[in-house]
Nanobody
């Protein structure tokens, strides 16, 4: 079992930055691939970024490539999402997720956090 708690969301102006954190419980965090997904009002949840267990492999949605960076600190059981040059269309609830192997789909992940709201004003 892995429990995930996101933090770091908030209100920011377009062009600004935020860093999201996801703290995981359990001693097996380093065995899990981690990902961030987001869900805007009235839209389906979508993939944002993923990282392998070692941190050496990362994957991004085209919409955030070059602006967002996913990273992890296995010693702190935490995964991060650094978001730069934010746009109003990045407004969504952001969720972190964990799985034994990295994937790009919602169904690839077994454990989910409760989400944190990110709002980007124009």
């Amino acid at each position: 079992q892995v429990q995930l708690v996101e933090s770091g969301g908030g209100l920011v102006q377009a062009g600004g930055s935020l860093r999201l954190s996801c703290a995981a419980s359990g001693r097996t965090f380093r065995r899990y691939a981690m990902a961030w997904f987001r869900q805007a009002p009235g839209k389906e949840r979508e993939f944002v970024a993923a990282i392998g267990w070692s941190g050496s492999s990362t994957y991004y949605a085209d919409s955030v490539k070059g602006r967002f960076t996913i990273s992890r600190d296995n010693a702190k059981n935490t995964v991060y999402l650094q978001m730069n040059t934010l746009k109003p269309e990045d407004t969504a609830v952001y969720f972190c997720a964990a799985a034994p192997r990295v994937g790009l789909g919602i169904g690839d992940y077994d454990y989910w956090g409760q989400g944190t709201q990110v709002t980007v004003s124009s």
